[in-house]
């Protein structure tokens, strides 16, 4: 029995999952690490701490497996996040700046003033906005002590995690990143699907730092030295955590789509083989590349808080102990009670684009109780989502019918009822919530035949449970009137 390894590097900790040739979970493990936030508006994280973290999920979830069945791996990554190491110590220059980083807000407005958003959207599909790896490149390169000139020496290498874990895992054999994750850092031609000369003189970096880019499955390294894995493991899988999941969901057909509820939210829908210029401030990604020749984009939006609102409940306002108990708290009162939660602690992605908004809670009154605020608190969650799927459905020019959800706070009950009943459309949920980590795993596994095709894989994807719209309407309409109103004030 041969098994597929799929690391799955997250913003808050690492999973790694251990599928078996008939895609059943025969290992799991997780370890979190440490966020590091430096400034207001700057989040960081020690590169060594996601290597450790790795090695420790590893180490868990290959407990009873025999080390010699492992096939293929598979990795998936929270993706503009941006590590530039030295080539011969493999020894990053500085911490990670993480996706979810503001410091370079006024580098961006600079490029946006100078004319350049539109060209730098014509190329890349993104807007000039600070979540992207580009500006985050150019920061490190202008602000560590002699990087610039190391760059420009081939001495340098940049990577999103993918590429860092890449490294690692070949034991600094291999330096390349897929097309997916490529597609994020706003130096890649969407179109050509290879680093612009353009965009680098723009952004300010030089070619000897990039990676090669790959397919995202087929094997690209062989691994070496890795804490408890044999050497010489097809590493064959790579995609970006939000493409992960939309091939982990099996949304192989133009016009699905899924929400992964995460940290942030993100929606993917598949628009096929070109890509679609969003006119609704959504962004154009490569979904994935196959060996096969097969080419997907994807529209996306993001909402940069999900998840990390209910921490921020959990740690920062100390209403209860454990993030799961938000439920019973928010179920603790009817409704909201007028009560709205605009969750943009890192300002509001799409399709809005304002790096300078800040959360707010509005409608409060001496009625207004703990629950009201963490039922509010979900509610704006979803909310977010709402303008992120009409913006898609425009751009689209298709209506969506159902809406595949996976991540932690999928598991949420109440949550998934009322985005269901705000969107009036079905929510289905997986029995395996973690596609993320099974995306990574597919794509490994048929990078390398453990599996024939994505049939294959598709026929194995179960629902668990599926949501209906049953909100009444004049009350919807009367929330999202609410909601706009609050995200006007943000």
Same mark, same amino acid.
């Given at each position: 029995m041969r098994h597929v390894i799929a690391i799955d590097?997250?913003?808050?900790?690492?999973?790694?999952?251990?599928?078996?040739?008939?895609?059943?979970?025969?290992?799991?493990?997780?370890?979190?690490?440490?966020?590091?936030?430096?400034?207001?508006?700057?989040?960081?994280?020690?590169?060594?701490?996601?290597?450790?973290?790795?090695?420790?999920?590893l180490e868990a979830a290959l407990v009873g497996i025999d080390r010699q069945s492992v096939a293929a791996i598979g990795?998936?990554?929270?993706?503009?996040?941006?590590?530039?190491?030295?080539? !011969? =110590? @493999?020894?990053?220059?500085?911490?990670?700046? /993480?996706?979810?980083? *503001?410091?370079?807000?006024?580098?961006?407005?600079?490029?946006?003033?100078?004319?350049?958003?539109?060209?730098?959207?014509?190329?890349?599909?993104?807007?000039?906005?600070?979540?992207?790896?580009?500006?985050?490149?150019?920061?490190?390169?202008r602000h560590v002590s002699g990087a610039a000139a190391a760059a420009n020496a081939g001495e340098l290498a940049f990577g999103t995690i993918d590429s860092y874990l890449l490294w690692r895992l070949t034991g600094g054999e291999v330096h390349a990143t897929d097309a997916s994750n490529a597609s994020r850092t706003l130096l890649f031609d969407l179109h050509a699907l290879a680093w612009s000369d353009e965009l680098l003189e723009l952004i300010g970096a030089p070619r000897a730092i990039l990676p090669r880019v790959?397919? !995202? =499955? @087929?094997?690209?390294?062989?691994?070496?030295? /890795?804490?408890?894995? *044999?050497?010489g493991v097809p590493i064959a899988g790579l995609a970006g955590d939000q493409q992960s999941a939309l091939f982990g969901q099996a949304c192989f057909a133009p016009g699905d789509a899924k929400c992964t509820y995460g940290t942030g939210a993100f929606i993917l829908m598949n628009t096929g083989d070109r890509p679609i210029a969003s006119q609704a401030g959504l962004v154009t990604t490569v979904a994935w590349k196959l060996a096969?020749?097969?080419?997907?984009?994807?529209?996306?939006?993001?909402?940069?808080?999900?998840?990390?609102?209910?921490?921020?409940?959990?740690?920062?306002?100390?209403?209860?102990a454990s993030a799961r108990d938000v439920e019973a708290l928010a179920a603790s009162v009817p409704d909201s009670g007028g009560v709205i939660v605009v969750p943009a602690f890192s300002g509001l992605g799409a399709p809005h684009w304002r790096p300078d908004a800040r959360a707010a809670i509005t409608g409060l009154t001496r009625g207004t109780t703990?629950?009201?605020?963490?039922r509010a608190t979900l509610?704006?969650?979803?909310?977010?989502?709402?303008?992120?799927?009409?913006?898609?459905?425009?751009?689209?020019?298709?209506?969506?019918?159902?809406?595949?959800?996976?991540?932690?706070?999928?598991?949420?009950?109440?949550?998934?009822?009322?985005?269901?009943?705000?969107?009036?459309?079905?929510?289905?949920?997986?029995?395996l919530v973690e596609t993320t980590a099974l995306g990574a795993a597919f794509l490994a596994g048929l990078g390398t035949g453990v599996w024939k095709?994505?049939?294959?894989?598709?026929?194995?994807?179960?629902?668990?449970?599926?949501?209906?719209?049953?909100?009444?309407?004049?009350?919807?309409?009367?929330?999202?009137?609410?909601?706009?109103?609050?995200?006007?004030k943000a």
């Open positions: 590097q997250g913003t808050t900790g690492t999973t790694v999952l251990v599928l078996d040739e008939a895609l059943q979970l025969r290992g799991r493990g997780y370890q979190e690490f440490r966020q590091i936030y430096p400034e207001p508006g700057w989040v960081e994280h020690d590169p060594e701490d996601i290597w450790a973290s790795v090695c420790a999920a990795i998936t990554n929270q993706r503009e996040t941006t590590v530039v190491w030295d080539r !011969s =110590s @493999g020894k990053a220059i500085h911490n990670a700046i /993480v996706w979810q980083d *503001r410091r370079t807000a006024e580098r961006c407005a600079e490029l946006a003033g100078a004319g350049k958003g539109p060209r730098v959207r014509e190329l890349t599909g993104l807007p000039l906005d600070p979540y992207f790896s580009g500006t985050k490149l150019s920061w490190l390169l790959v397919e !995202s =499955s @087929g094997t690209v390294g062989l691994t070496r030295g /890795v804490p408890g894995v *044999r050497d096969t020749g097969e080419l997907r984009y994807a529209l996306e939006g993001s909402a940069f808080i999900a998840g990390a609102a209910v921490q921020w409940l959990r740690d920062g306002l100390q209403l209860f703990r629950g009201h605020i963490a509610e704006g969650i979803a909310l977010q989502n709402v303008d992120i799927l009409r913006a898609m459905e425009r751009d689209a020019g298709r209506a969506l019918t159902v809406l595949k959800v996976d991540g932690g706070a999928s598991a949420n009950d109440l949550l998934m009822q009322f985005q269901s009943d705000v969107l009036g459309v079905e929510i289905s949920r997986p029995q095709d994505q049939a294959q894989v598709q026929s194995t994807w179960r629902e668990q449970k599926r949501f209906s719209p049953g909100g009444d309407s004049a009350r919807v309409a009367e929330h999202l009137a609410r909601w706009d109103a609050a995200v006007r």
